[in-house]
Structure formats: C-alpha cells, structure tokens
C-alpha cells in the first residue's frame, strides 16, 4: 500500500507565499519521478512541477520565477514553496508519485488566491 498525503494548502492573499507537502508512506527516491498537479474548477488537471530522483526539475511556464519543488529524502517528504501567489494559482493541488508501474495520487489540497 502506497500513500501521499499532501498538506498546507489554505486562502492566501495574492502576493502571499504558501509551502504544500506531500508526506509518502515509502521512500521517495523509489519513485522515478514525484511532481505537483493542480486543477482548477471547470478546467483540466495541469502539472505544475516535477522532480525526478536524480534532481532534475521542470515548471510550467506560468510559475517558473515564484514556485520552487524540493525534497526531504529523510522524511519521504516532497514540498511545493509558492511566493508571489495569484488567484490564477487557486485550485486543488496534488501530488503525483511514478515508478516503473504505477501512478500514484494524494487526495488534494486546496489553495484559494483572493484578489
């Protein structure tokens, strides 16, 4: 049984920071990637940011400058720090964990910009 369960999402200010965890039930670095998605209501499911054991990471362009993925291996832990927040970032965030099988899905964070 695989599990992540992600945390800290809130209502924030635009302009405001936010930190999200996703807390793995295994070790991270069994993953071949682990990543964040977000959905907004009435829109399609996007990915935000990912990183592979190996330390490479990508963003999609609209957060590339304000959002950070990083890693405690220690702690199976995988963060998501967003500054500079918009109400374009509000939606359900989730975290996203791949091996050579299976995809693996938190339930989701909500996270509210307000104008």
């Known amino acids: 049984q695989v599990q992540l369960v992600e945390s800290g999402g809130r209502l924030v200010q635009a302009g405001g920071s936010l930190r999200l965890s996703c807390a793995a039930s295994r070790n991270i670095l069994s993953f071949n990637t682990m990543g964040w998605y977000r959905q907004a209501p009435g829109k399609q499911r996007e990915l935000v940011a990912t990183l592979t054991t190996g330390g490479i990471t990508t963003y999609v362009d609209s957060v590339k400058g304000r959002f950070t993925i990083s890693r405690d291996n220690a702690k199976n832990t995988v963060y998501l720090q967003m500054n500079s927040l918009k109400p374009d970032d509000t939606g359900v965030y989730y975290c996203?964990?791949?091996?050579?099988?299976?995809?693996?899905w938190g339930q989701g964070t909500q996270v509210t910009v307000s104008s």
């Open positions: 996203n964990g791949r091996d050579r099988i299976t995809d693996y």
